[in-house]
């Protein structure tokens, strides 16, 4: 297939080409027999992305991935209470399904949900401070990593519950469909809420209200320290199938891949109905920081790197001409946001116990023991 | 002032909510075509369209997560849990969900959703479809939980469940649908967290609230006869409680009693009791007894049911013990 002219129109029809699309059957797979990663079951892809775009893109994978690193190094040196769960490795999911929706459409995200808060546009030095624990972060210090959240950029929240954030973006986009907004709502779950019983719910109800609502299933291949392969008897797309909800299968580590498949499923959500995309990819950290990851392959563990979807955007921009100075200040670029984010993290204030107690309710109660 | 059904009084408030904010939404099993299990929601479909009061399949996690999600993005849902016991299938989105959502994200949003559930016994509906769990929620911080009694309550609490910016689980009395009472016309909102005083007296306060009010001015009367005047408190809210009122009815009578249907053990009647023997000490002249269901699941047999409901004797016994 051609370069397309450029916009997300031309990225619509080209995923629209894409075999898997629809409820046709996937096509034949090509399976990559030196690499077992989870990513292997995917066809490959034919469709390209103007430069722009996957620009855009990696910078978006970018930011993900070192805020993650930093993330992780100050967890370690103990400035970070609590679990993280990093989604190094699968950013292309978070940046690619983003970068489909509009700024006013919405996402429901998962305990791992760092990179999608980011993707869709949460402030950076927020996101820090509310990791940090701090009274100026986005959450006031009172979520903090699982419970990333910002409704101003349609932010629904990271979830600390398996499968919770595709029931408040079903309702979410309930309500959008009653005030005909024609926005989208994205939901992101893990393979693990495969065997929850509110997928279940959600798809159905979903496919019956014909809601504006796509199902990403980012497909990592593990829940906590069990494999997908022990988890789930059956198969996303046969569940979409069942309930004749158009389903795709994209490689999560190729974030062209993603960004037209996503495009090509937002614009038929937004004209009514639920989709459902599944992006094939790989969990390189432990399902959270500290975790030895001893249940793991090493060999699997290897294949990692092999398809780590920075180096493979780069690649792909290098050839598209951008040069290595060019990718160098991108990258500079980002750590600068990074660190000053970092820096004002560590200046953010400790949360008021008394402002979090009378913030339960949005009045104060009229009981004299409220808060109490 | 008209006499209306409790069940009437539940369906006009919902009505009058619609009508008056566009936010408003319906939507659980049945209530739409079907006009609600029990008749809440008759008429209201045709009222105001299917966009607007939907019926929903049997999917109650989906149904209350929705609720909340939708309440996020700016409606304000009225969603119906067909029995109480189900309530168990939509723990996660009330529990962790809609109390959550304000605090932990900072009061960036509100759940505005409103929950109502049927409960309660008398009708033989036996152990799964006749519990009352209000307690359950009560412990919630971020919840609010509200059990009218009469249908003025009915309807003023529901419509102030509906206007409230957070969550309510507004707890409905099966048996109480078909009783009548009287409504005033217009009917006054009736403020959450606000007990009324159903019976003025002077010489032990009995506090209740749901069905087990009506059970409560009964054992009254028959103490009147005997020449006690007892004051019967009904809490109509159960979180927040409105404990002003309890202290200030216990500092006239100096006696307490506490009657709830649902199960004694680590119910209402025991928060309200803890908070009594603390902030009301010095008011006590007996101690503070609690009379609720026994610790077993809600039977099925006329025979079994009718004693395990508290009933207007167990209520005497007790009040006698505290006059005692
Ligand atoms: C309802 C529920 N059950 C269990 C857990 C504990 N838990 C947290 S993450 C996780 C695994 C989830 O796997 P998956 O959905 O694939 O997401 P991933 O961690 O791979 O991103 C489990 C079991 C939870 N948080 N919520
Ligand atoms: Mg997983």
New binding site residues.
Partial sequence: MKAPASGPKAMATMAAEEPSEGLRKPAARKPNRTAKSNTSSVAKRPAELPKDALLDLYQTMLLVRRAEQRLSALFADGEIPGFI?L?IGQEAVAAGVCQALAAQDSIAS???GHGHSLAKGVDLEAFFLEIMGKREGICGGRGGSMHVADMAVGMLGAN?????GLSLALGSALAHQLRRERRVVAAF?????MA?GLLHECLNLAALWKLPLLFVC???G???FSP?SRQFAGSLEGLAKTFGIPYRRVDGNDVEAVALAATAAVEVARGGGPQALECMTG?VRG?FEGDPQRYRDAEELAQLPKIDPIPRAAARLRALKVSAAALQELSEKVDRRIEAAVARGRQGTLPDFQEALADVYTRPSTSPRAGV | MAETRYVKAITAALADSLASDSRVILFGEDVARPGGPFNATKGLLEQFGPDRVRDTPISEAAIVGAAVGAAMSGLKPVVEIMFMDFTTLAM?ALVNQAAKARFMFGGQCSVPMVLRAPHGAGVNAGPQHSQCLEAWFAHIPGLKVVCPATPADAYGLLRSAIDDPDPVIYVEHKALYGTKGEMPEPCPLVPIGQARIARAGTDISIVTYGAMLHTCLGAAEKLAAEGVDAEVIDLRSLQPWDEAAVLASLSRTHRLLLVHEAVEAFGVGAEIAARMADAGFDELDAPIVRVGAPFMPVPFAKSLEAQYVPSEARILEAARRVLA
Wanted: glycine share 16%; proline share 0%; net charge negative.
């Fill in positions: 769960h989604s998962t305990h791992r600390g519950i398996v499968g919770a779950f893990g393979d693990g809420a929850e980012e497909n990592n593990w829940s906590e997908t969990r399902h | 996660d």
